[in-house]
């Protein structure tokens, strides 16, 4: 395909965007005009940006949507081509004054018009990623660079808080490979306000320090300014040629001034504006003609502001004043309602039904909809799975949270998503069982109580002892413990709270103690005095996987709990050894020189000739004067970095301990748990760590010892927990050999019996699991469950003490029970006298975690639960997790029981806020999900920042991001709201940025549901009972056809994506009936049919409805669980409780309520007028209800529709209701036109609809638009404009336009421009040339058109 005429211009820029988007190679010939023409294969000319854009995209082989056999999605992505293209002229009078566009707008309309366009884009955006479809199209490319200029120059950071979505959407756009080259890059205005014309506009695409294809119609004025080759032209300001060409301001090209627009047009025009001498007199009298009108302006103005500003001094008017008074009134009197309306829901005894008998409210409250409905749902044992059903089993462990802990956003969307799928399955015919409960989270426990109970009574622990502490954290659970599960209540999920666990529950205890021992009796689980990972903050020993690491380039100081003053990592320091004989020394370096003082051999290679002949020698340590052994190592030591000796530090390094185990090393352990020398530490016994790194310094550079220091990229281990450095110590502890187990976790996920989703983190299980190490499980707590392993000791005897180095290994006994340790203990030592103690430390809390799909369920024992409940069917939880617990949930428990612990895993994405921020309390971004749930002011909180442990400038700092994010506090949204948004946002391997916005959006949504079903009441009637299925859909009218064909599409596509666990395209499916055909077209449709129908009509037609909203609301249930409980429980069912969207049977068969009654789904006896939504069944697609032909033929209503909304918007049209004519060649296609033609005047407001034969015209004075090759609409416009002031304006815009295309004939015309003007410049003026004709011949049409009314 060629591309002649191939400029600069913004059309050409979208071509060229558009065929890297669709992977069409542009063969550029030579410009023969500026305006972009392409020649298909066929040889056919396309001469109009838009038109070729879609050429391209329709022949694309790539998914450009355009090129979709969709014709829905088609007219969708025209509708916003042509919305791009609408907002060029109102934008061009802001970027580009003086130009041709600029003409039809005033400033201040222009940007009216503008922000209207934007918000109206906002409001579609807040419910999408790109304007069209789940992928972008040609649609967003064209929108995306008609709006990089004013994003760059317009839109000011005030505006821009205001268009979250928007600006979250083109930041996606610019990110695309095709559009990063032209509209990457820039910065968005930084102005506050905006709105201001830039100087020298510049492409709006093109970031300023560099060249990229420009939009020249957006640039006249800067090119015009611009230096030509002969430098004619150097700046803004008077040159020896002529007087420099100015912007033409907003005012001056709003009059059409022709002397002004001939100045800014003309600037290279010899015979105008190149030669110097006195100012033409006529020229000049209109000069000051219009600068006294100018300044006769300004007069007025002033006077008029003035006047304003005397009203406002005087106080409001009394006219004002009753006005503000009467919206007081409504406002309180609205307030007033709606506290009668909550009074009134939340006054329902708890578990009893709602009473729902009153009027629909005039609006959608969340907190009088959402309320009593979950105590019903609990009382009614609707969440509670049936131990002897033949219902296949769908089994569902929750992610336990901290029993410290309390809802955040995360533990919003595993609530969110996990009750989806829970109420999905549970109405698709499942025995569900969804299993609740709380992790004992050891460290954070018992962290938060010491803290307590030192702030209360100023004890530690140990003043204490162990039970009394203990009994204290138990006090504590029980006191707090519970704060989550209340909040997890109102997030609507649907667990089974009977069978609530806690991992310190005494069945859960047994598992664990169970657990331990089979592994230790298999010899998985040994006794090892090895390094681990300590944290002297904690002063305990974490998982590798609990330590983050901080990659530094070099000298970088990092704050570390304990010191007042921040420490330096990433310096080398190199000091010397002096050699035992004298002889000279060997220079080492460390990144931490006070681990010298347990240094025990220095390593070189053993083929490094410059310590060969040290091989064997000793240097002597400088401290303590004791022999330090040269060894060599070629395992470790490179010779080629730094000396090429290295120190050893057996105690302190995970590689030094290595080398000391190959050489027999002695291991120094010079720290204390507080992270403080110990007596190893010589003279430095006591001091802190990091003291000690600067003093020892210090010493040896007065023994004369030190050799330099140096800037050292390396990385440095941080707890994740505390935050402290963490330490290598050397400590005896439990460890588990993960080797075997991992390769069993490894061989799950290759063989399908274990399925990871997102596929994408396969690659990352099998990397962790093939270099697992081994695990150390002991913990230096005490709250947690303690090891179950005893020391014994011997009358008489001094062994060493168990936890010090020095212990036994071999006097250790692993029993479920001391009477089972003592047993073995005096099997082990016949009639010796033993004497046990049980190891003071706990298990790692993972341990117990990953017990806890089996655990749960009875495990060891063999209960009914463990036989009909395990394996579970899905695992779902964050994706940073997967090491620290799904993993070890695997391992253990294809070790433990033979079984994979459940068949899928799927891990959701972090949730971050609007601007992909980490939640961070320091950012002030960290949201309450309550707070969105209920609403919260910005000066509430502000009050949460301060109940934290945050400093008082962290605090500051928050303060100030709250402030930003959330101006106006956070609005009410209600439950409903925010699942869906969470679910929505939902994407496989993607973070969710989380804007508030959106969710407040949903919140709207709701209340379209809610005045839908307010609809549908008013119009059902009171005495309406629907039929039990509608299977004869044939029989029914077109648009009950159309609807109910699009509503099992909809069914359709929502199960396939719950199934796949797409979870935003789910939520797409269900809003996108809902909103877009539902609301937006069937109840427009049937409005003249309920008001005016036959009976037998309006009967058919209110089964559809009925029927639409019954599946529609079954559909939504597991997304939206509360307002579709309300709204369903108002609809009226058929008399047999039938569905008539599925066949199956109710799914619940009647189980014991509480109170011991017998109750089906409903909770109270069977009865059908009870029973709720979520026992219902879920819609199964009806092919009984595909239509392809109604969809098809609603495709052509669609496109005439839209083809009219869109003239009557062009002309202004609110009210009115003109008369519809539509011409159309194809016989088939006008017979069903004209068929539908009351469906097509409903839905565009027009009062008759006329579809013509071939041939024959439309009356005079219409208004036409073109569907397609084969049909016009045409709107008649005469009665209805006022033709005559039309014909004024478009007569005026039209002189405008000669004006200018005359003055660029003019300017073109002189040969100073042929022989001087640069060519870019040529190009832009033969581009505005040809607009200025496309112009004039389009405004001919117009000025016909209105003229034809006048006759």
Known sequence: MVLQGDGESLASLQ??????????????????????????????????????????????????????????????????????????????????????????????????????????????????????????????????????????????????????????????????????????????CQDSIGWKAPVRSQHPSTPPKQQRPADLSMQQDQEMQAPHDDGDVDSPTASANGPAVQPVSAEKAKKGSKGEVKQAACASDGDQAGASGPEDPEKKAKKDAKAAEKAAKKAKAAAKEAERKAQKDAGPSEKKKKAKDEADAKKAKDAAEVKELIDRATSTPKGHKKDITSDMFKGYCPPAVEAAWYEWWEQSGFFKPELDSDKPPFVIVIPPPNVTGSLHLGHALTNSIQDTVVRWRRMSGYNVLWLPGTDHAGIATQTVVEKDLAKRKGLTRHDLGREAFLEQVFAWVKTYGGKIFGQMRRMGISVDWDRLAFTMDDNLVAAVQEAFVRLFQEGLIYRENRLVNWCCTLHTAVSDIEVDHLEVKGRTLVSVPGYSKQVEVGVLTSFAYPLEDGSGEIVVATTRPETMLGDTAVAVHPDDDRYKHLHGKFVVHPMDGRKVPIIPDAELVDMSFGTGAVKITPAHDPNDYATGKRHNLQCINILDDDGRMNANGGQFAGQPRFTVRKTVVEWLDSKGLLRGTQDNEMSVPFCSRSKDIIEPVLKPQWWVNCQGMAQDGIKAAQDGSLEIIPSDFE????????????????????????????????????????????????????????????????????????????????????????????????????????????????????????????ARMVMMGIKLTGKVPFKQVYLHSMVRDAHGRKMSKSLGNVIDPLHVIEGISLEDLHDTLTTGNLSPAEVQKATAGQKEDFPDGIEECGTDALRFALVAYTSQGRDINLDIK????????????????????????????????????????????????????????????????????????????????????????????????????????????????????????????????????????????????????????????????????????????????????????QQAWHNPEAEEHMQLVDNAVRAVRKLRNDYGLQRQRPQLFIQCKDRARGEVLSKLAGEIGSLTSCAEVTVQQAGAAAPPGCAPAVIDDSTIVQLLLAGILDPQKEIDKLQKEKVKVEERWNALKKKMATAEYAGKTPAKIKDMDMENLGKAQKEQQSLEQQLHDMKQLLQ
């Open 763 to 886: 690659a990352t299980w099998y990397r962790w699991l093939e270099n697992i190490r081994d695990w150390c499980v002991s913990r230096q707590l005490w709250w947690g469950h303690r090891i179950p392993a005893y020391y014994i000791s011997l009358e008489g005897e001094k062994a060493g003490a168990a936890g010090t180095q020095y212990e036994q290994m071999d006097r250790w006994v692993v029993a479920k029970e001391v009477e089972q340790a003592q047993a073995e203990a005096q099997k082990r030592f016949p009639g010796k006298n033993v004497t046990l103690s049980q190891d003071e430390d706990v298990l790692d809390t993972w341990f117990s975690s990953g017990l806890w799909p089996f655990s749960t369920m009875g495990w060891p024992n063999q209960t009914p639960e463990l036989a009909q409940f395990y394996p579970g069917a899905l695992l779902e939880t964050g994706h940073d997790i997967l090491f620290f617990w799904v």
């Open 15 to 188: 071509i060229k965007i558009t065929s890297k988007i669709a992977a069409v190679d542009l063969q550029s010939l030579p410009k023969h005009s500026q305006a972009p023409v392409v020649v298909t294969p066929s040889g056919r000319h396309l001469d109009s940006g838009a038109a070729i854009c879609r050429y391209v995209a329709a022949i694309s082989h790539t998914n450009v949507a355009y090129s979709s056999t969709d014709s829905l999605i088609m007219s969708r992505v025209d509708s916003w081509i042509d919305f791009a293209r609408l907002l060029e002229a109102p934008l061009a009078s802001w970027l580009q004054p003086g130009s041709a566009q600029a003409q039809q707008y005033s400033q201040a309309a222009a940007k009216a018009r503008v922000t209207n366009d934007l918000n109206v884009l906002e409001q579609h955006l807040t419910m999408a990623t790109f304007v069209v479809g789940d992928s972008m199209t040609i649609a967003d490319s064209q929108l995306a660079t008609t709006l990089a200029g004013p994003l760059m120059h317009l839109i000011g950071r005030k505006q821009q808080e205001q268009l979250p979505s928007v600006i979250r959407w083109f930041t996606t756009c610019t990110r695309h490979p095709a559009l990063a080259p032209f509209v990457g890059g820039f910065t968005m």
């Open 998 to 1181: 959106r969710v407040v959006a949903y919140r709207h949504w709701c209340n379209k549901l809610w005045n839908a079903i307010k609809f549908a009441m008013i119009n059902l009637g009171d005495d309406f009972v629907p039929v039990s299925d509608l299977h004869n859909s044939q029989q029914l009218p077109f648009g009950c056809q159309w609807i109910l064909s699009r509503l099992t599409a909809a069914v359709d596509s929502t199960i396939k994506a719950l199934h796949e666990y797409q979870f935003q395209s789910a939520t797409q499916a269900v809003y996108s009936f809902w909103q877009y055909e539902l609301c937006d077209v069937f109840i427009e449709l049937i409005k003249p049919v309920m008001s005016s129908g036959d009976a037998a009509t309006q009967q058919a037609t209110r089964e559809t409805l009925c029927t639409c909203l019954d599946v529609g609301l079954r559909l939504l249930h597991p997304f939206m669980p509360f307002v579709t409980e309300e709204l369903w429980q108002r609809l009226p069912h058929p008399h047999s409780n039938a569905n008539p969207s599925t066949t199956p049977p109710p799914l619940q068969q009647p189980t014991p309520s509480a109170n011991g009654s017998q109750a089906g789904p409903s909770g109270n006896g069977g009865d059908p007028s009870q029973s709720s939504i979520m026992m219902q069944p879920y819609p199964e697609p």
